[in-house]
């Protein structure tokens, strides 16, 4: 029995008051009677006695104390608690890689699956049951409910994932069911080996399952040839494995190494004169249980091309320095003004560089440089002002961003110097890279998703072009400027790829074996989830497409059948002793009930005492 209101005790106070009653009502009143009445009341007297007659005259008393008791308790809301069933489950449901190996065409999921369904039907039904999946985070699917047809049809929504799970997670949140039931046992459905597993059932679902993969693949340059290096393993069978090479779609070389004992086994192609691939790959093509891990491309990592149009009367300076970066095609205008042969353009490029030209407008996208401005565009909001002359040394500010502070990477403000700048104001919106003293000579913005670089200065009137600092400030401003598709091509289940847009993109289209998905929003966020090849192509305006190729991989721990997880940590289970919650029944109703039956009771002693 539990008070879900205690302070409804309280309401003992009107069992003093009522007896206070008792004590204070007069005992004899002043009554004028007849005589007959006199007579009757002796004839009364002289009538055998009766047992427990005393308790007939108490009686209306001992009722209306049950019914202010009744009464009182029902304040407190009392509720009487069930003891907890020992058949309660709670089941912690492996979605792990591996639990995608199949044999006989069904996976250890889903034969996990079925056995949860078939467990939950055998349940009493006055037994909870609960599920829990286990993937990178864990998240309860079914707590402590009864209806085993409802719970099957929750099971039959899931699906396994391609990543790790945290098991840990998923035995943090028993406790939370713990706590309402000590004894609900804990059965851990999953593919994984474990040393030792405490109070934790673990239903083993491989199905003497084998494995043969490729754990890792690489290419290292040497003498100018590449060379590549393959880890392969297989697992629960020994065989000869045949590891064949493909460079570019076309076949190689092949190895044949003996994997045994669950062993990796590195295998080298050596000599083989490439030199250059713009995708590699190698492939063990067996037949085993589980197919993710059998291929593992490479993509040669080609810096995109970036278009740069730059418009100077003496380009000399920032053109050798972007031509030394490699990833520039660099268009300069051929004469200026009405008669050029070449018009400067405001869309198309992915960076624009003004070096003393005064831009009509700005650029309708890309990147834009200004340097050494004459007049600035009205949307830029910055206002120029006198030139100020003298021999100055350049610093960088007090307190810079992460990326701004990856502009000065590798330089030394100081070794700048100028000998003239324009003076700016309204540069509040901007941020400074290179000061003098407090005037900012170096500032980017980002104005709507488009960056602006400004330089004060003319390089001319400054010992930047004839100094290390200049090839790294180009590199490291480039880098702020203009961005690959993608940073990277290798990623694993869950992680985020980041697609940048390419100048004039129209949209981006994934392409994969399982088909092509079309998004028009940038930037783009995508999560990697199903291990394979993917093809990232953006349609630009010209009609022309850029295409870079990634790949998903399992964590090599997946692969590894035989993995030896260590211990299962017991959750922390409270004991008897501790405040656990119930299950409970409201029995006001029941008082209810009795409490009408006595308020009767005593309406009809009234009525006889009376009468």
Not at 11 to 26: M, N
Not at 90 to 114: C, H, P, Q, V, Y
Not at 526 to 555: M, N
Request: proline fraction near 4%; aromatic fraction near 10%.
């Amino acid at each position: 029995m539990r008070l879900s209101t205690p302070l409804g005790l309280l309401g003992l106070i009107g069992i003093i008051l009522l007896i206070l009653i008792y004590i204070l009502k007069p005992k004899y009143q002043d009554k004028s009677i007849s005589s007959t009445f006199v007579w009757k009341l002796s004839l009364k007297y002289k009538k055998q006695k009766i047992p427990f007659q005393w308790l007939k005259s108490s009686l209306l008393v001992i009722l209306q104390f049950l019914i202010l008791g009744i009464l009182i308790f029902s304040l407190t809301t009392p509720l009487i608690e069930l003891d907890s069933h020992s058949g309660e489950k709670i089941i912690i449901l492996d979605a792990s890689a591996n639990m995608l190996a199949d044999s006989d065409g069904i996976t250890r999921f889903e034969r996990a699956i079925k056995e949860i369904g078939v467990l939950a039907d055998t349940t009493t039904p006055d037994d909870r049951f609960t599920v829990i999946l286990a993937g990178k985070e864990a998240s309860f699917i079914a707590r402590r409910l009864d209806s085993a047809q409802y719970i099957k049809e929750l099971l039959s929504e899931l699906s396994g994932t391609y990543e790790n799970a945290d098991i840990d997670v998923a035995l943090k949140l028993t406790e939370g069911v713990l706590a309402e039931n000590p004894n609900a046992e804990i059965i851990l459905f999953t593919g994984n080996k474990y040393s030792e597993t405490g109070v934790i059932q673990v239903r083993d679902m491989s199905n003497d399952e084998w494995n043969v993969s490729i754990l890792d693949f690489s290419s290292k340059l040497s003498d100018g040839y590449y060379d590549f290096q393959a880890e392969i393993a297989s697992y629960n069978r020994d065989i000869d494995c045949k590891v064949s090479l493909y460079i570019d779609g076309e076949y190689r070389d092949v190895k044949v190494v003996e994997a045994s004992d669950n062993e990796t086994i590195i295998v080298d192609f050596k000599e083989l004169n490439i030199l250059e691939y713009s995708r590699a790959e190698v492939i063990v093509d067996y037949d085993d249980n589980f197919s993710y891990d059998n291929r593992f491309p490479i993509f040669g990592w080609e810096n995109e091309i970036f278009t740069v149009q730059l418009v100077s009367e003496s380009p000399r300076f920032i053109q050798s320095a972007l031509l030394t970066l490699g990833n520039f095609n660099i268009n300069v205008p051929i004469g200026l003004g009405d008669d050029s042969d070449f018009p400067i353009l405001y869309e198309g490029y992915d960076l624009y560089i003004f070096d003393g030209i005064q831009p009509e407008h700005m650029p309708v996208d890309g990147t834009v440089w200004i340097i050494n401005p004459i007049v600035m565009p009205e949307d830029t909001e910055l206002l120029l002002g006198d030139t100020l002359s003298g021999g100055f040394t350049l610093s960088a500010p007090n307190h810079m961003s992460k990326e701004e502070q990856e502009i000065l990477k590798s330089i030394s403000p100081s070794n700048i110097t100028v000998s003239s700048y324009t003076y700016l104001t309204n540069y509040d919106s901007y941020d400074a890279i290179l000061m003098n003293d407090q005037d900012p000579v170096v500032l980017v913005k980002d104005i709507d998703g488009q960056k602006l670089v400004l330089f004060a200065f003319d390089l001319h009137n400054s010992n930047l072009p004839i100094i290390p600092e200049f090839i790294l400030l180009m590199y490291n401003l480039s880098q702020y400027s203009v961005q690959n598709m993608i940073n990277q091509n290798l990623f694993y289940p869950g992680d985020t790829i980041e697609v940048y847009k390419k100048t004039a993109a129209l949209y981006t289209t994934i392409s994969s074996k399982d088909g092509d998905i079309q998004y028009d929003d940038f930037p783009l966020r995508l999560i990697a989830q199903k291990p394979g090849e993917y093809s990232i192509t953006q349609t630009l305006a010209s009609g022309e497409e850029a295409t870079k190729d990634y790949f998903i991989r399992v964590d090599r721990s997946q692969s590894d059948f035989d993995y030896d997880y260590g211990v299962l940590s017991d959750p922390n289970t409270p004991t008897e002793a501790q405040n656990v919650n119930r299950d409970t029944i409201d029995i006001i109703a029941y008082l209810t009930g009795v409490l009408m039956l006595l308020m009767i009771i005593e309406w009809g002693l009234h009525y006889n005492e009376h009468n």
